[in-house]
């Protein structure tokens, strides 16, 4: 008899789209599970912690883990994962590069905490409980997981094998990584299994970009009607397509919204972000009826427009990290 591998779905700080992404393989999913045993998939199934621990060194053949790092259990169970795995693949943006939780890196656990249990309209708690590690309850202990200072991406607390970026990877993008795997054709480890070049050069608004794109101001989505065929760039609205790889589809823009750079860079940007305002920098008009003031304001939120998924793995994100 021979026995499929061995594989694991595990979900940490994130939305769960990831695991969206896995049910809506629809009929498809017939044909992983047809060559797959899923050993630990939480979300999905009544499997607990002790059946993974039980397990052999490597006896997982790969684990798909999805979200950013936030708690002492997600750092338990990566690092069990990886103990127990044979290949890790760090699954979505948040996993890759700290996504949307990152963007609490710019502020505090404190900062966090008293908003949650003490200033938030909803939340009447006179007493200024907030949550502990260990407390007695009955004469019982109960633990919860450290919540810790710093979001952190999966690479930064285990060894990686590949990576699939997107928030989240779309259900082909899976089918295509599960039939890579199992073909045993495995590209070189570290490896961002979605093609490496950015996205502008599979968006059919290219053909409307001019050879030399001038930018009189830039505008927000709600500030205008976007024109369904025209680069949004042209428009004035950012676009995150240069800054960031394709593989997505062209989802966003097929539906007539910006590009808002949740399959991160492509190998050769050191920071999406950066490259982002770089590109930017180079089609603002010298002559632009706003000076560079006006400009900043039109960017309301810089951070979450440049780094919306990327905040942990920025130039910007290490600095937290080292603090």
């Known amino acids: 008899m021979t026995h499929k591998p061995k594989v694991a779905f595990y979900w940490c700080a994130s939305c769960g789209g990831c695991e969206e992404t896995v049910v809506d393989l629809a009929e498809k999913v017939l044909d992983v599970v047809a060559k797959v045993d899923i050993v630990f998939w939480p979300c999905a199934m009544?499997?607990?912690?002790?059946?993974?621990?039980?397990?052999k060194d490597g006896e997982i053949a790969v684990a798909f883990i999805n979200g950013a790092i936030r708690t002492g259990e997600q750092d338990h169970v990566a690092k069990l994962l990886r103990k127990k795995s044979g290949m890790i693949i760090s699954f979505g943006s948040c996993s890759t590069h700290g996504g949307v939780p990152a963007l609490a890196n710019l502020t505090s656990?404190?900062?966090?905490?008293?908003?949650?249990?003490?200033?938030?309209?909803?939340?009447?708690?006179?007493?200024?409980?907030?949550?502990?590690?260990?407390?007695?309850?009955?004469?019982?202990?109960?633990i919860l997981p450290e919540f810790y200072e710093t979001v952190r991406k999966l690479s930064d607390i285990v060894d990686v094998?590949?990576?699939?970026?997107?928030?989240?990877?779309?259900?082909?993008?899976?089918?295509?990584?599960?039939?890579?795997?199992?073909?045993?054709?495995?590209?070189?480890?570290?490896?961002?299994?979605?093609?490496?070049?950015?996205?502008?050069?599979?968006?059919?608004?290219?053909?409307?970009?001019?050879?030399?794109?001038?930018?009189?101001?830039?505008?927000?989505?709600?500030?205008?009607?976007l024109d369904s065929e025209t680069c949004f760039l042209q428009q004035g609205v950012i676009c995150m397509g240069p800054a960031t790889r394709t593989g997505c589809g062209a989802l966003c823009i097929d539906g007539n919204m910006p590009c808002t750079g949740c399959y991160g860079p492509t190998d050769n940007a050191r920071d999406q972000g950066a490259k982002m305002i770089a590109a930017l920098g180079g089609i603002l008009s010298e002559n632009r009826e706003m000076e560079t003031n006006e400009i900043l304001e039109r960017l309301t939120d810089p951070a979450g427009t440049f780094y919306r998924y990327t905040l942990a793995a920025s130039k910007l994100g290490s600095v937290r990290k080292e603090e």
Not at 180 to 207: F, H, M, Q, W, Y
Request: glycine content about 6%.
């Open 161 to 225: 094998d590949y990576y699939m970026t997107g928030c989240p990877p779309t259900s082909d993008n899976l089918a295509e990584a599960v039939g890579v795997i199992l073909s045993g054709n495995l590209p070189p480890k570290g490896t961002v299994l979605s093609p490496n070049k950015a996205l502008c050069g599979d968006c059919i608004r290219n053909e409307t970009k001019p050879d030399n794109m001038v930018v009189e101001r830039i505008r927000r989505p709600i500030d205008i009607i």
């Open 109 to 142: 656990r404190k900062k966090i905490f008293a908003s949650s249990y003490h200033h938030s309209p909803t939340v009447e708690n006179p007493e200024g409980i907030e949550p502990m590690q260990t407390s007695q309850v009955n004469g019982h202990e109960l």
């Open 46 to 55: 009544d499997f607990k912690y002790k059946d993974v621990e039980t397990m």
